[in-house]
């Protein structure tokens, strides 16, 4: 469980100051690693979802967020989509996080594979929650990423910004979830472009009467 209760008006208690700027955005705010307690804030964030949680997560070797996750996959409330870049699942720690995983209960989600040009990694450290909280950034689920390296991690409650972020998510899920099928799909017709096609012309503005 998490240490402390999500609310998003005592988030500057996970700033290394205590407190956020002045003229901060009402639905965002930003932590670096590893000045403020990034690892503190996904614990109570992970513990506060009701109804889902969505990760696209590149390096995933945090003992107590998995935790969370386990035990959100283990509540029928809570839908659980999880995609993981095939290369970070050799590791014998992943390894283990993994056996531990109920990808085939109701509500779960788990894939793991690549991004779908050229088998690139997936590199997103992304989560959505219930949602409405979107965490953007460089940090990996992992305590040297979050305490020890240079990152940062943005958070908002943009429903807005939640809803794109999640049919990208869904895209790059159900791609891996077909690579996990194997050979019996053509993953050729499945590859995204490698080229920038040009984007059609806007609409003129209607004339002024």
């Known amino acids: 469980m998490a240490d402390a209760p999500f609310a998003w008006e005592d988030l500057a208690k996970y700033k290394a100051e205590g407190r956020l700027l002045d003229g901060y955005p009402d639905d965002q705010r930003t932590f670096f690693a590893p000045r403020d307690d990034i690892h503190g804030l996904l614990a109570a964030l992970l513990d506060s979802a009701q109804h889902s949680i969505v990760v696209n997560m590149f390096g995933y070797d945090d003992d107590q967020l998995n935790q969370i996750i386990h035990g959100k996959l283990a509540d029928e409330k809570v839908y659980v989509q999880m995609s993981l870049d095939r290369s970070q699942s050799s590791g014998a720690h992943e390894k ?47 305590l040297s990423g979050e305490q020890q390296q240079d990152n940062e991690l943005t958070l908002s409650r943009n429903a807005v910004v939640a809803a794109e972020t999640r049919a990208i998510l869904d895209l790059n ?35 002024t009467p």
């Open 173 to 207: 899920h159900d791609f891996m979830l077909k690579q996990m099928v194997g050979t019996k799909l053509d993953m050729t017709k499945l590859l995204a472009s490698t080229t920038r096609e040009a984007m059609p012309p806007l609409p003129a503005h209607p004339a």
């Open 96 to 142: 283990q996080i993994l056996a531990k995983w109920a990808n085939d209960a109701f509500g779960n989600s788990i894939a793991i594979g690549t991004s779908s040009v050229h088998n690139a990694i997936s590199h997103l450290k992304i989560v959505i929650v219930d949602g409405v909280y979107t965490v953007k950034g460089s940090t990996n689920w992992s």
